[in-house]
T-cell receptor, first 115, second 110 residues
Framework: AQSVTQPDIHITVSEGASLELRCNYS??????LFWYVQSPGQGLQLLLK??????LVQGIKGFEAEFKRSQSSFNLRKPSVHWSDAAEYFC?????????????FGKGTHLIIQP | DTAVSQTPKYLVTQMGNDKSIKCEQN?????MYWYKQDSKKFLKIMFS???????INETVPNRFSPKSPDKAHLNLHINSLELGDSAVYFC?????????FGPGTRLLVL
């Protein structure tokens, strides 16, 4: 069965500093990988996704993520964080067979931005 | 022009009651889902519907039943509510692999 691990429950970063959130997955076939962000009291917004091709994918709000098959990782990065980036970040894996199956989520990383 | 909408946003009710949460998507997607987010923010799939057929039914109590009157709607009915049902319930829809989520319904059972 597929699984997603986000090893960091909380991360604190100073405003303007760079950010990297870690995600490791376990999946038997080619994974479809996603990062979602959940601001306090809000729903989940899709930041970016990887299906195939270029392993460095660009997303919204200045985020990018790099797929590394050898490490089973899909880490999220941002060169300079803003206070508005404080939120919960979820990595998820989907099935390559199509959209009829649900996503398997990691437990999330809570990002705190220090002024 | 909200893509995936849910009503109500908040739901406070007593144990033993029956309640429904509605979900609508205007994206023309084929598949809709319900997820549960627990108090530790862990998200887990509950159901998905594809062309009005149930595709996944995870190990959720049969007190929970999804109902899809048409491709744009997937409602969640919950009978005999229990304290442990308190959570945030998210509806989502997808065309192929990418899922788009609604704003969530925060259910509190007293």
């Amino acid at each position: 069965a597929q699984s997603v691990t986000q090893p960091d429950i909380h991360i604190t970063v100073s405003e303007g500093a760079s950010l990297e959130l870690r995600c490791n997955y376990s999946y038997g076939a080619t994974p479809y990988l996603f990062w979602y962000v959940q601001s306090p009291g809000q729903g989940l917004q899709l930041l970016l996704k990887y299906f195939s091709g270029d392993t460095l994918v660009q997303g919204i709000k200045g985020f990018e993520a790099e797929f590394k098959r050898s490490q089973s990782s899909f880490n999220l990065r941002k060169p300079s964080v803003h206070w508005s980036d404080a939120a919960e970040y979820f990595c998820a894996v989907g099935h390559s067979g199509g959209g009829a199956d649900g996503l398997t989520f990691g437990k999330g990383t809570h990002l705190i931005i220090q002024p | 022009d909200t893509a995936v909408s849910q009503t109500p946003k908040y739901l406070v009710t007593q144990m033993g009651n029956d309640k429904s949460i509605k979900c609508e998507q205007n994206l023309g997607h084929d598949t809709m889902y319900w997820y549960k987010q627990d108090s530790k923010k862990f998200l887990k799939i509950m159901f998905s519907y594809n062309n009005k057929e149930l595709i996944i039914n995870e190990t959720v109590p049969n007190r929970f039943s999804p109902k899809s009157p048409d491709k744009a709607h997937l409602n969640l009915h919950i009978n005999s509510l229990e304290l442990g049902d308190s959570a945030v319930y998210f509806c989502a829809s997808s065309h192929r692999e990418t899922q788009y989520f609604g704003p969530g319904t925060r259910l509190l059972v007293l």
